[in-house]
């Protein structure tokens, strides 16, 4: 517990920016019109890729013996699987709505 509350502090600077990048994402995505939505968070989801190349980097780094960094590892890999694999199937149903129907 004790290293947890060290990292923290260390690291305030970075845990504030992440904070305000929260703030200013949940500002941009919360104002961006209704059309534009579908296109827009299906290129954000498909980006997540490289939080999954992050989470199996931290994963293979990790010793053994350190729970704390193989669990955000762990997590970041299945956010981010899950984020992938949501970005193509929206932008699919997106491209399925501009094909021409057959009769």
Same mark, same amino acid.
């Given at each position: 517990?004790?290293?947890?509350?060290?990292?923290?502090?260390?690291?305030?600077?970075?845990?504030?920016?992440?904070? !305000?990048?929260?703030?200013?994402?949940?500002? *941009?995505?919360? @104002?961006?019109?209704?059309?534009?939505?579908?296109?827009?968070?299906?290129? #954000? @989801?498909?980006?997540?890729?490289?939080?999954?190349?992050? +989470?199996?980097?931290?994963?293979?780094? #990790?010793?053994?013996?350190?729970?704390?960094?193989?669990? !955000? +590892?762990?997590? #970041? *890999? &299945?956010? +981010?699987?899950? @984020? &992938?694999?949501? +970005?193509? #199937? &929206?932008?699919?149903?997106? !491209?399925?709505?501009? /094909? /021409?129907?057959?009769?």
């Amino acid at each position: 517990m004790e290293s947890i509350i060290e990292y923290l502090g260390e690291h305030m600077a970075m845990i504030y920016i992440l904070a !305000l990048s929260i703030f200013l994402g949940v500002e *941009v995505i919360k @104002n961006v019109p209704a059309i534009l939505h579908t296109p827009l968070m299906s290129g #954000a @989801n498909a980006i997540h890729g490289v939080v999954l190349i992050g +989470g199996i980097i931290i994963l293979g780094q #990790a010793s053994s013996d350190d729970y704390f960094t193989m669990a !955000l +590892g762990f997590l #970041a *890999v &299945v956010l +981010g699987t899950l @984020n &992938v694999v949501g +970005g193509f #199937a &929206v932008t699919d149903r997106m !491209l399925e709505m501009f /094909k /021409k129907k057959q009769k």
